[in-house]
């Protein structure tokens, strides 16, 4: 079964630290995804990558960086943590065209203290 | 104008209803539709894709239509386990890259 996964379901940072988020998908997907998902505001997109070393900004980009260095990882950088950045954190991926749907992993849930 | 608009509901039905959702997407050169499905406090996930044909999986009917930029997602006999939300989603002018609607939650009452 192909698999996106993300490497913690829970986190509990404080304010002003250095957090990373890593996802890692088995599927050799090109394209890549992260979103942030908070109550009455849907899927928001934060970063994307299409290839290795590849990384556009999405719609909320603002606090975050990202990185691929290898296929396979796609990992999220909260530079200095806030407590707006509390939320659920969703990575996806999908083939190089996007025609058969996205894949997500199980989320992290982050709490900004 | 949001590019996918949906009713966020939410929608109260009794076991066994029959429940419709509606979608609207404002880009016309959209090729791929989809319904996912987001159970609480879980990720997305597929739920079917929708084809020009209009699509059925069991209790699940998926319809597009073109000309007044709408898909559809007909539920019937509704089961307390549908409870969840159901988002649309649309490649709003990307080959590569969707676009998520906010969802409309659905809660089956016994």
């Not at chain 1, 913690?8 to 957090?19: A, D, F, I, Q």
Request: with cysteine; aromatic share 12%.
């Amino acid at each position: 079964d192909v698999k996106v996964t993300q490497s913690s379901r829970y986190l509990v940072k404080r304010t002003g630290e250095k957090v990373f988020l890593e996802c890692v998908q088995d599927m050799d997907h090109e394209n890549m995804f992260w979103y942030r998902q908070d109550p009455g505001l849907g899927l928001r997109l934060i970063y994307f990558s299409y290839d290795v070393k590849m990384k556009e900004k999405g719609d909320i980009p603002e606090g975050y960086s990202v990185s691929r260095e290898k296929k396979e990882r796609f990992s999220l950088i909260l530079e200095s943590a806030s407590t707006n950045q509390t939320s659920m954190y969703l990575c996806a991926s999908s083939p190089r065209l996007a025609n058969y749907g996205y894949t997500f992993g199980s989320g992290t849930r982050l709490t900004v203290v | 104008r949001k590019e996918v608009e949906q009713d966020p509901g939410p929608f109260n039905v009794p076991e066994g209803a029959t429940v419709a959702f509606n979608c609207t997407y404002s880009n016309s050169a959209s090729q791929s539709f989809f319904w996912y499905r987001q159970d609480c406090r879980k990720e997305p996930k597929l739920l079917m894709s929708v084809y020009s044909s209009g699509n059925e999986d069991g209790r699940f009917t998926a319809q597009l239509n073109r000309a007044s930029q709408y898909i559809s997602l007909l539920i019937r006999d509704s089961k307390l386990s549908d409870s969840a939300t159901y988002l649309c989603v649309v490649n709003a002018g990307s080959a590569r890259q969707l676009t998520f609607g906010s969802g409309t939650q659905l809660t089956v009452l016994p």
